[in-house]
């Protein structure tokens, strides 16, 4: 690839441009008896089919591909980019199943005037491309000179991040998740927080899509199960007549792992602890792209007895004549519906929606997000069984938490009637 770079500036005119593509493969490790070269080499394969007959094509590590267009200005390279992310997402059949793949391509320009080196050109695709996951996975970024700062700063918060790990940085708190007609505790929800003694709490916004960029998602996520499921067991005992249960979001690459199943056996086993006061929850977007290898993995997170949620239901793309068909126990309604409940009808309605819908499959409901009590009331009225948000509490440490649980809030204080004007 670099000997194909470097002839590009012999080039007398025009633009060349270099993109380098991150290919999503989910659930490429449950294809039986396929490996993960044979997925990638298909998308290398579906790459050329698309690519102008001038194009050059390499992979250039792990799921990345590299491309350079020579000869094409900006305007033309958006218009065949748009085209190129549609037909790399339409599903394609491989071992019996169907997949669909999902890119974020950086772009790099090298004009005529002023030529990069070939290192640099590979390098501002690269800086582009990890702009454009921050974004969005599903994009393209044309490569701009502040980017730069940026991809020094991330490279920072990399060192940061494996220095947290080192130093016992990372921390959960845990949302309280209540009975809406009750205000019983039923449950909390784990979040992770990450403290920098010398700046203090790091926003997960700031580190979360690193750490999946990353794969340190995968040491993360396994640290926060076994951290929630312990401190599930410690209030257990502590409570033993106050039944709970956690909630822990799964990461699209854990979601991956071809151990995840162990794992969590293990955990469960050494703390002895049933799975079946733990939830899962797991973001539409992990699910879809391969129906059949999600309700697999589900159903063998079932045979521990763990618990399945689908997270921030109605703001993905999941079918609903699919839904059915996993195994899953909890819709949990995204905070964006229930927050413009107060003054939108529509959104009021597509809360209604999901929650019929939920009934209607057995499911259990959980509204996210209830900051006003007129959120609690209609989500009452509607049917909706459970619900966290700063009506109830905020996130809590774990000290917070355990004063939560042995004095709760009084009954009669719960959800008391707004004050008429």
């Known amino acids: 690839m670099k000997a194909t770079l470097i002839r590009v500036f012999i080039w007398p005119s025009g633009a060349a441009v270099l993109a380098a593509v991150s290919v999503l493969i989910l659930l490429l490790l449950y294809l039986p008896n396929t490996s993960g070269d044979r997925v990638l080499q298909t998308i290398g394969q579906r790459l050329r089919q698309f690519l102008p007959t001038s194009a050059q094509l390499a992979r250039v590590g792990g799921d990345e591909f590299a491309f350079l267009l020579p000869g094409h200005d900006q305007p033309t390279v958006d218009q065949w980019l748009n085209r190129l992310q549609t037909e790399l997402s339409e599903p394609f059949s491989l071992a019996r199943r169907r997949l669909s793949v999902a890119s974020s391509m950086g772009v790099a320009m090298a004009h005529g005037d002023h030529p990069p080196t070939p290192q640099d050109l590979l390098r501002d695709a690269h800086t582009a491309m990890y702009r454009a996951k921050a974004l969005n996975e599903y994009r393209y970024e044309i ?8 991809a020094v700063r991330r490279l920072e918060l990399e060192s940061h991040l494996l220095s947290a790990f080192e130093n016992d940085e990372f921390l959960l708190h845990y949302q309280p998740i209540v009975c809406l007609q009750s205000g019983q505790i039923t449950g909390f929800e784990a979040l992770v927080r990450w403290y920098r003694p010398e700046e ?5 916004g700031q580190f979360i ?8 998602i995968v040491h993360l996520g396994q640290w926060i199960f076994r951290a929630a499921c312990a401190q599930l067991k410690a209030w257990e005992q502590q409570f033993p007549d106050h039944p709970l249960t956690m909630s822990i979001n799964l990461s699209r690459r854990q979601f991956h792992q071809t151990d995840l199943v162990e794992q969590f056996g293990d955990t469960l086993r050494e703390l002895e602890l049933g799975g ?29 007895g763990l618990k399945l949620a689908i997270d921030d239901f109605g703001t993905g793309y999941s079918s609903l004549s699919y839904l059915h068909r ?56 509607m049917g909706c069984q459970r619900g966290q948000g700063y009506l109830f509490a905020k996130p809590l440490g774990r000290d917070g938490a355990t004063a939560l649980l042995a004095n709760p809030w009084p009954r009669a204080s719960f959800g008391a009637p707004e004050e008429q004007p």
């Open 326 to 381: 996993f195994p899953t126990d909890t819709l949990k309604i995204d905070q964006s519906f229930v927050g413009r409940m107060d003054q939108s009808g529509d959104e009021q309605e597509i809360v209604h929606t999901i929650i019929a819908l939920g009934q209607k499959l057995r499911m259990d409901l959980v509204a996210e997000g209830i900051e006003t009590q007129t959120q609690l009331n209609r989500l009452r009225a």
């Open 276 to 304: 079946n006061r733990v939830q899962l929850e797991i973001t539409e977007s992990m699910i879809m792209h391969d129906v059949d290898g999600a309700t697999e993995l589900m159903h063998r997170l079932k045979g521990l």
């Open 209 to 216: 899509q690193v750490t999946e960029e990353t794969g340190l």
């Open 143 to 150: 490569f701009a000179s502040t980017m730069h700062e940026e």
């Open 200 to 204: 203090g709490f790091v926003s997960p």
